[in-house]
């Protein structure tokens, strides 16, 4: 089911970001700059490639903004933590740069 909620702009990312910076609240941005970055350049290169399947930076982008804006719909606050199934693969990928980009705090979890 596609995700249908309002996008994260950069500028309201900075904000909510800036509310309360831990120091690794600097390191995540570097991270996320980093793909931007690549998203800019290489949209079409690949990103991720796991037993599940590969996503190219653009594809990467857009399911990582998409899950971004559904965290902020809901309600997300800065630093929050938000569970994230911890095994491997292009799932893992798209949910660790959603749960930075809205600013919150991935917590991996076993699958079991």
Do not use: C, N, W
Request: avoid cysteine; charged fraction near 20%; hydrophobic fraction near 40%.
């Amino acid at each position: 089911m596609p995700i249908t909620s309002p996008r994260v702009s950069t500028r309201d990312y900075h904000r909510r970001m800036s509310a309360q910076v831990p120091p690794f609240a600097v390191h995540m941005e570097k991270i996320l700059d980093a793909v931007a970055e690549h998203v800019h350049r290489t949209p079409d290169r690949l990103a991720v490639v796991a037993e599940d399947g590969s996503l190219t930076y653009a594809e990467l982008h857009r399911r990582s903004h998409q899950l971004a804006s559904a965290l902020v719909a809901a309600g997300i606050e800065p630093q929050q933590p938000v569970g994230l199934d911890a095994t491997r693969g292009t799932g893992f990928v798209v949910g660790l740069l959603g749960i930075l980009r809205a600013g919150g705090a991935y917590l991996p979890m076993e699958p079991d």
